[in-house]
């Protein structure tokens, strides 16, 4: 197991330059002085030990969930014997779970440690999506998915508030972006794993679809076990870290955001978001992406199928358009944190994903005329990843006050899933192979998004100039004893 996490007070900051019981700020006489930091090596150092661990846990994270698009066109409803629509309730109630449950797990992240928290969720879902594989009815099903959704729920939005704590603002975004990218490789993954285990039909079991979920979700469980020993606390305690390279990462955050307070948990800073009309903007910019990221990743395999495919052949087919997702949110990120911008690169990204469901919804005939439809396939993936990304990582750049950004991050998910619940109900059993309400509604909310984040940048921007008119942009947050956090009238929102 792990080592005992430290206390949370102790784990959220480094100790303040002015903390003289500290060895890290005061070098005794003779003690030799630090040597210069290379910031970009430190960076690589820190992003090599931070992002593939919690990158291969949103990976297992996005694959337990999604498999079930796979195991649909193996088996499932057949075999636990339910309707097509019943199938849909399942999915509903995986993202009821999770809804309820996203700011909770934030605040207990908040009151322990991601080392503690992070690994504990990876395992209690990989149990869970290791039962799945052997539901045998209709309400067996339905525990599970409510139950998955239950322990997934404080993973991303617990890595955002964690990655707040070690990069300066306008860092997290690619790291963020990185993250999410891999859900995109879940998907391509996914329809690789699903190929292969899908030939075990017939040992134990006549399908192959129970498999899918109990391979996997042992690899999550043992992975996660894994993982108690890779996830890292906060710079003041990390035992990779030089003392000079503490001090050093303490300063550079001192003079950007709010990461080296000490700042205790407080109902009243909860409230602070609650209160936040741009908090709930964010939750809106997800939101309106949701639901047809969702309803993509949990249907692509059913849409490829209804084209006219082996079950097979099309879990084959869904790889492509998932590694030209991985591809698109990459470049995307990396364009938009050179040039510093957010909305307009999410309001394109959406307008790119348009085109795919206007070829989806334009193709009258899908089965004979494959082709276009899987094309659209491509834009739509092309789109959706890119722009999720960096909807997500909005709020961890621009809300301030730890708490509040912790409950900011779990409310963005928390009204962005209400959208998830909202699409798995609409590529219902009867529709296929057009599935012209489920695009509808896909296209329909992709332009939502684009008015919704170009609204919040007009206004981001209004209050930026107001700000500017009262005082300069804020230097060395962590060294302003009066500090308000975003409110204050010297921080400067990202738009």
Not at 120 to 148: E, S
Not at 243 to 271: C, G, K, Q
Not at 376 to 391: E, R, S, W
Request: proline share 5%.
């Amino acid at each position: 197991m792990a080592d005992q996490p430290e206390k949370p007070d102790e784990a959220l900051h480094v100790q303040t330059p002015d903390a003289t019981s500290s060895s890290l700020d005061n070098p005794q006489e003779g003690e030799i002085l630090d040597e210069p930091i290379n910031e970009k090596a430190l960076l690589r150092k820190i992003d090599a030990r931070l992002l593939p661990t919690v990158g291969i846990l949103y990976l297992l994270s996005f694959l337990d969930r999604s498999n079930v698009g796979n195991a649909r066109i193996e088996g499932l409803i057949d075999d636990v014997h339910m309707s097509g629509n019943e199938y849909l309730t399942g999915l509903t109630l995986y993202f009821v779970g999770y809804v309820l449950f996203e700011i909770p797990c934030n605040i207990i992240l908040k009151r322990t440690t991601p080392r503690f928290w992070l690994p504990t969720l990876t395992v209690a879902w990989g149990i869970v999506a290791t039962l799945m594989g052997i539901v045998t009815n209709l309400a067996g099903f339905l525990v599970a998915r409510f139950f998955l959704g239950v322990t997934e729920s404080g993973l991303f939005p617990g890595v955002v508030f964690y990655f707040s704590m070690w990069y300066k603002r306008r860092e997290r975004q690619y790291r963020i972006s990185l993250f999410f990218s891999a859900a995109s490789l879940a998907g391509a993954f996914g329809g690789i794993l699903a190929y292969g285990i899908g030939h075990m039909r017939g040992i134990f079991w006549e399908n192959g679809w129970r498999w899918i979920f109990i391979l996997e979700g042992i690899a999550t469980v043992v992975i996660a076990v894994g993982a108690y020993w890779f996830i890292q606390n906060y710079p003041a305690t990390a035992k990779f870290l030089t003392d000079a390279e503490r001090r050093f990462i303490y300063t550079r955050l001192a003079e950007d955001s709010d990461a080296t307070h000490d700042e205790h948990f407080s109902w009243a800073n909860v409230m602070l978001a609650l209160k936040d009309p741009k908090c709930w903007l964010y939750g809106l910019g997800f939101h309106t992406m949701s639901l047809p990221l969702y309803t993509f990743s949990l249907f692509l395999p059913s849409i490829i199928r209804n084209l006219g495919y082996t079950a097979a052949i099309a879990q084959i087919l869904t790889i492509p358009p998932y590694a030209f997702a991985f591809l698109t949110t990459l470049l995307v990120a990396v364009v938009s944190e050179r040039v510093g911008q957010r909305a307009v690169f999410i309001a394109g990204s959406s307008a790119f994903a348009v085109i795919g469901y206007i070829m989806l919804l334009a193709n009258d005939d899908p089965v004979n005329r494959p082709g276009l439809s899987y094309a659209g396939t491509f834009f739509a993936a092309g789109g959706i990843y890119p722009a999720t990304a960096l909807v997500l990582s909005w709020p961890a750049i621009n809300v301030s006050g730890q708490t509040k950004r912790a409950v900011g991050n779990a409310m963005q998910i928390t009204i962005g899933n209400l959208g998830a619940v909202l699409g798995t109900q609409l590529y219902r059993s009867g529709t296929e192979p057009r599935y012209i309400l489920g695009h509808s509604f896909a296209l329909g909310y992709l332009v939502a998004n684009i008015a919704t984040v170009l609204t919040l940048r007009y206004i981001l921007v209004a209050e930026n100039r107001r700000k500017a008119q009262i005082q300069p942009e804020v230097k060395a947050v962590g060294r302003l004893e009066d500090w308000e956090g975003d409110s204050d009238p010297r921080w400067r929102f990202e738009y």
